[in-house]
């Protein structure tokens, strides 16, 4: 089994959900035969989907010939999204900015997201993902939204996002796991705590 772990938090040894993450990949790797890729999304060079990338994809779309300069930068976008289709089971570790994901973590689902590789489209019947066969983890981290606080604490637009564009690729076995709150709390370590045996728990069924 080929494990792509997408860490899409900065914070090293100081991110709650990547050591939860970790946790579970340790205790996946415990359970079965696992080849675990990670991809620090902050340290590493994403390729830009800009000017010439959209208008790369756009040439596909009209059959107008790449140029040289759109070709290259098609290629940088395959290439990571040859990685994220290379992997059976999903990992990631997702901090809640500003109520929605990490611009990073947008950035590479811009990239990966693409007409034919991930997903295929029919003028009938609409939309279809091809990223079907594959399960993923996300574990939620945040300072002060959790389901049980008030409506002044902030929103969850991480989870819905990362459900619907899972579920658009064709992931349909998809699994949760809720380090929150991890700064508008007493008790950090209780908190992690259970998200660590949810993590634990998991790995057991996946
Ligand atoms: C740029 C930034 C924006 C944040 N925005 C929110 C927010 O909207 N809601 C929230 O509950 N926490 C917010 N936080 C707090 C983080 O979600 C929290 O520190 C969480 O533990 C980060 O995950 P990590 O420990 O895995 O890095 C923000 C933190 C940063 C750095």
Known sequence: MKLLHINASPRGEDSYSLEVADHLNIQLAERNEVEIDRLD???????EFGEVATSAKMALFTGRDQTDEEVA???AVRAVFDRFAAADIYVFNVPIWNNGIPYKLKHFIDLVTQPGWSFGFDPEAGYSGLMTDRKAVVVHASGVWHSDVGENFGSDFSTPVLQDWLNFLGVIDLHHIRVQPTVLTADVDTVKA???RRASELASTL
């Open 194 to 196: 259970a998200a660590l």
């Open 73 to 75: 930068a098609w290629a």
């Open 41 to 47: 999304l902050f340290k590493t060079n994403l390729p």
